[in-house]
């Protein structure tokens, strides 16, 4: 039965859910049982019983993330369906979310035999997250229903690489980035014109710098997946001397004849002070030391590092003035000095013990929430906070 066309959705969907079409087939990876396709539409009633023992369904790409692709002919997608039970398999799937007209799509899976449900779409007719919510039900006591949820992004003509420029330096330091703004589908592209939102940052200049850097003499990407694309490239700097904390802003793009940008770079920075802390669990974005779920039973403990750069920060006496939640067990190492740096360093010992509440812990860079609280001594940066995130789980 390879190649046969059972099912067309057809999507018209609002709330970020983008109108579209999507196909699917089904084809058989064992030899043919025998079965026709169940065309009655499941409607909440009981499904029949056929025979003796009891299905198990078992289901690959139940849930798919295509990521980021621009504008293409659109895109696919396996599912495959397995029976690994010993009773006959009756399944059918169906879309739950938004308004369209749809065919459902059900069948049967003998005892050992599995099916392959390619789903296809087309390019969606707008830009943006694109969410495919289907169900899957089945006559299997364990698993009645199982969502299957497709998701990505498509963007446009226009892209910049990297998507967002972000910034961690020391107070003093001024570092460059590069971003490269390409074209696809287009033969060449000239930037008009840059400019910033100016997002209100407090300080008395402008914490971004940029400079519109002169076209590569082929204005072509040379290598890579961007290969042979149209692009500009873009500098950005970080303002000297800007104070301790963090600064945002967005860089529009503007090409000629165009009244709103093309693209539109978000551009981040976080300038520590004296004192600084890095761990592996340093959520970028959200500002946060993320440590993940923890065992009730068994507890867990972390490592973090707190830096101090100058010799200052020698005289540092790190003291421990508030831990949220109060179950947290901090340690606190003696200073050491870092080869070959003007800096030096404390290993910070954060233990969440056996037999803690369950529950969510979540962290608050603005305000309350679970966080350490270091008295360091120094004039410049005399406390330091050091937000945390986990969950504590049975």
């Known amino acids: 039965m390879k190649g046969k066309l059972l099912l067309l959705?057809?999507?018209?969907?609002?709330?970020?859910?983008?109108?579209?079409?999507?196909?699917?087939?089904?084809?058989?990876?064992?030899?043919?049982?025998?079965?026709?396709?169940?065309?009655?539409?499941?409607?909440?009633?009981?499904?029949?019983?056929?025979?003796?023992?009891?299905?198990?369904?078992?289901?690959?790409?139940?849930?798919?993330?295509?990521?980021?692709?621009?504008?293409?002919?659109g895109g696919s997608h396996i599912l495959r369906i397995h029976n690994e039970g010993d009773g006959l398999l009756e399944f059918l799937i169906r879309k739950i979310e938004g308004e369209s007209h749809i065919q459902p799509v059900s069948g049967f899976l003998s005892p050992g035999e599995s099916k392959t449900i390619i789903i296809r779409w087309p390019p969606p007719p707008q830009l943006g997250k694109i969410t495919l919510r289907m169900e899957l039900q089945t006559n299997d006591p364990r698993q009645p229903r199982i969502p299957l949820l497709i998701t990505g992004e498509v963007q446009g003509m226009y892209h910049s690489e990297p998507e967002t420029v972000y910034f961690q330096v020391h107070r003093g330091e001024t570092p460059k980035q590069r971003v490269r703004i390409l074209a696809f589908g287009s033969q060449h592209l000239?930037?008009?014109?840059?400019?910033?939102?100016?997002?209100?940052?407090?300080?008395?200049?402008?914490?971004?710098?940029?400079?519109?850097?002169?076209?590569?003499?082929?204005?072509?990407?040379?290598?890579?997946?961007?290969?042979?694309?149209?692009?500009?490239?873009?500098e950005i700097q970080l303002a000297p001397d800007l104070p301790p904390?963090?600064?945002?802003?967005?860089?529009?793009?503007?090409i000629k004849e165009q009244e709103s940008p093309i693209v539109v770079v978000p551009l981040q920075a976080e300038v520590f002070g004296t004192f600084r802390v890095v761990g592996r669990s340093w959520d970028t974005l959200h500002r946060t030391f993320r440590l993940g779920s923890i065992s009730q039973r068994q507890g867990r403990t972390f490592l973090l590092t707190v830096i101090g750069y100058g010799d200052e920060a020698a005289k540092a006496r790190l003291e421990l003035r508030q831990v949220v939640p109060k179950f947290l067990q901090v340690r606190i190492g003696s200073p050491e000095k870092i080869p070959n740096k003007?800096?030096?360093?404390?290993?910070?010992?954060?233990?969440?013990?056996?037999?803690?509440?369950?529950?969510?812990?979540?962290?608050?860079?603005?305000?309350?929430?679970s966080k350490i609280v270091l008295k360091t001594g120094h004039p410049e940066q005399p406390t330091l906070e050091i937000p945390l995130s986990f969950q504590v789980v049975p």
Do not use: C
């Not at 200049?205 to 850097?213: D, M, N, Q, S």
């Not at 904390?245 to 503007?254: A, N, S």
């Not at 010992?349 to 309350?368: I, L, T, W, Y």
């Open 245 to 254: 904390g963090r600064y945002e802003d967005q860089l529009e793009v503007f």
């Open 342 to 369: 003007d800096s030096w360093r404390w290993t910070l010992q954060v233990r969440v013990p056996e037999n803690v509440p369950v529950g969510n812990f979540p962290a608050n860079p603005s305000g309350s929430g």
């Open 9 to 73: 959705v057809v999507l018209a969907v609002t709330g970020g859910v983008v109108t579209g079409l999507v196909a699917a087939w089904f084809q058989s990876d064992a030899s043919a049982s025998g079965q026709g396709l169940e065309q009655v539409l499941f409607a909440g009633s009981q499904w029949r019983t056929s025979g003796s023992g009891t299905p198990r369904v078992r289901v690959e790409g139940a849930t798919h993330d295509f990521g980021k692709q621009r504008m293409s002919p």
């Open 190 to 234: 000239t930037i008009h014109r840059l400019q910033l939102t100016n997002k209100g940052n407090k300080v008395e200049k402008a914490p971004f710098w940029y400079k519109l850097l002169p076209p590569d003499p082929v204005k072509l990407a040379p290598k890579g997946k961007d290969r042979g694309i149209p692009y500009q490239e873009i």
